[in-house]
């Protein structure tokens, strides 16, 4: 059984800083390319960063700079430093196993909801100006 379970949200005021984690089980981690997508109430899923099994990063335009993906494969686990937080980053953040080549392509960045597992409880991120 896949799980993903999303920690390290919280509220924090412009300019700070967060760590998001992703613990996964049930799914071959390391061979698999990880994303962040974050929803704010009343608007779609956007996707944040993706990290390809072989090492490839992907940023949406909006984070770039500022925030950076990255992956421990020895315990499964999935990461987004977030630095410099705006009040327009406030959301739910997941994490999801992509397909390799929405990943690899950078297409699932506009296209977030297309996942090999079904979404987690996310954690929530909160900026206040």
């Known amino acids: 059984q896949v799980e993903l379970v999303e920690s390290g949200g919280g509220s924090v005021q412009a300019g700070g800083s967060l760590t998001l984690s992703c613990a996964a089980s049930?799914?071959?981690?390391?061979?698999?390319?990880m994303g962040w997508s974050r929803q704010a109430p009343g608007k779609e899923r956007e996707g944040v960063a993706t990290?390809?099994?072989?090492?490839?990063?992907r940023y949406a335009d909006s984070v770039k700079g500022r925030f950076t993906i990255s992956r421990d494969n020895a315990k499964n686990t999935l990461y987004l430093q977030m630095s410099s937080l705006k009040p327009e980053d406030s959301a739910m953040y997941y994490c999801?196993?992509?397909?390799?080549?929405?990943?690899?392509?950078?297409?699932?960045?506009?296209?977030?909801?297309?996942?090999?597992?079904?979404w987690g409880q996310g954690t929530l991120v909160t900026v206040s100006s």
């Open positions: 049930g799914l071959p981690f390391s061979g698999l390319c």
């Open positions: 999801a196993a992509v397909r390799d080549s929405d990943c690899y392509s950078g297409s699932w960045l506009k296209r977030p909801d297309n996942t090999l597992n079904a």
């Open positions: 990290a390809h099994a072989a090492g490839i990063l």
